[in-house]
């Protein structure tokens, strides 16, 4: 079992930048792909982006693709999401999540550790 620790969230104006960050503890971090999703009010919890175990692949949400960036440190068992050019549709409740399993998931069910979520909420 892993346990998830989100921060980093907080208020910007829309062109601005936030770094997120997921802190894990628990079983070996590495084991595990790891995935940001985000949930909006009133809106179904959206994949954003998923890195795999060595931080080598990445795969990201249309919505977002060529403004965020997920990177992870596994010596400090963390995982980030850098987002670039926020819009004021990127508002919502930002999640990280664990996953054992292989390949392109992008699916909620797919992953079976969650955070707590943190708030981002950008301005027009």
């Known amino acids: 079992q892993v346990h998830l620790i989100e921060s980093g969230g907080g208020l910007v104006q829309s062109g601005g930048s936030l770094r997120l960050s997921c802190a894990a503890s628990?079983?070996?971090?590495?084991?595990?792909?790891m995935g940001w999703f985000r949930q909006a009010p009133g809106k179904e919890r959206e994949f954003v982006g998923r890195?795999?175990?060595?931080?080598?692949?990445?795969y990201y949400g249309n919505s977002v693709k060529g403004r965020f960036t997920i990177s992870r440190d596994n010596a400090k068992n963390t995982v980030y999401l850098q987002m670039n050019s926020l819009k004021p549709e990127d508002t919502a409740v930002y999640y990280c999540?664990?996953?054992?399993?292989?390949?392109?998931?992008?699916?909620?069910?797919?992953?079976?550790?969650w955070g707590q979520g943190t708030q981002v909420t950008v301005s027009s």
């Open positions: 999540a664990a996953d054992l399993g292989y390949g392109l998931r992008d699916a909620v069910r797919d992953y079976a550790y």
């Open positions: 890195i795999n175990r060595s931080g080598e692949r990445t």
């Open positions: 628990g079983r070996t971090f590495s084991s595990y792909a």
